[in-house]
């Protein structure tokens, strides 16, 4: 008598599918997904502990300069193909449940973790209606008009997006839709969340889910985006976004008499010292805007490990913030963020927990 074949557990249909898609092979990793359907594996725990798994593993070896831009955009677009085929595969049930829209914010391109929660609403009864990356506010809230949603579930994964996000979050409930909100961008305990306003936010899709199983509040028509950061009262946030581009191109010419080296960078090397610079601005503006200067640091703690993992000292950083400190000296926002940020850098070991 032959014994059982033992099916394989969570771990290892992750392992077999990050070993697909790290070598391209789209057959073998929509494989992995059919045979555990076939096996009985839990359809939720596929998208979330297996996709949803191997895509956050696919971020991290990128940050740690163990995979390639190439390769990270290669593996991400087989792992969305893989959740198509797992919907063609699986019967979903007939929705029972209420009706959701799933949207990331405009210019999110990150759009896996509103796939996986659009899956997982599928799968637990709800019609959704998905839309994808980067939706435009405008033509969010036309779709609420026209489908009557019973909310909208907004995912953000870069935190320069808040301000868009806030935008969106009130012209939903200007639309009377409520928003539950999810996805990094919104902080890791919701904060961002909770600040502009929206009605929910929930760590991730089962919580999502579960939270969407309860009708959400309905939204105050009154609520104006001000009431919410009376800070912005100052315009630090304006002025900084409105002079981007001069702050860029100054910093830059600081760092150029800084640093001679820099003098004979090539066209390519300076746009991306450039492009670099942009970050560091945006990523400010947003910490004004919502008057959080740990968002601001987080951003240049998580910059000096991907520096460090690419063999750049972290502390190179520290003479930017100088020279835009002086840009900005008038701004005393501003100026408190920059400061309390080079101190961070210039301890020791800053961005190495980053690279692990």
Known sequence: MSTPTRAPGVAERAERLWDAVTTGDEYAAGDVVVKALDDGADPETLLLDVIGA????????WAANRLTVAQEHAATAINDRVIATFGYVLKRPEPHLGRVTVACVDGEWHAMPARLLAEVLRLRGFRVDYLGAQVPAPHLVAHLHRTG????????????????????????????????AGGAAFGPDG?????????????????????????????YTGHQPLDDLPHLADQEYTLVTRSSGRLVKSVLTGLEERIPAMRSYTDL????????????????????????????????????????????????????????EAELRDFPRATELLGTARTHLAEPGAGSERTA
């Open 149 to 180: 949603p019973d909310a909208v579930a907004l995912s953000g994964s870069i935190a320069t997006r808040l301000p868009t996000a806030h935008a969106t979050i009130t012209a939903c409930q200007a639309a009377a839709t409520p928003v539950i």
């Open 54 to 61: 191997v895509q956050r593993r696919v971020g991290q070896e």
């Open 269 to 324: 090397q300076r746009q991306h010292t450039a492009e670099d610079l942009a970050h560091i601005v945006e990523f400010l503006a947003t910490a004004l805007y919502v008057g959080d200067g740990e968002l601001f640091t987080g951003f240049l703690t998580w910059t000096a490990g991907i520096l460090t993992a690419r063999g750049v000292p972290a502390a190179s950083l520290v003479p930017a913030l100088d020279l835009l």
């Open 191 to 219: 904060r961002y969340a909770r600040l502009l306003g929206a009605e929910a936010w929930a760590p991730d899709a089962r919580s999502a889910a579960d939270r969407l199983a309860e009708p959400l509040p309905r939204p």
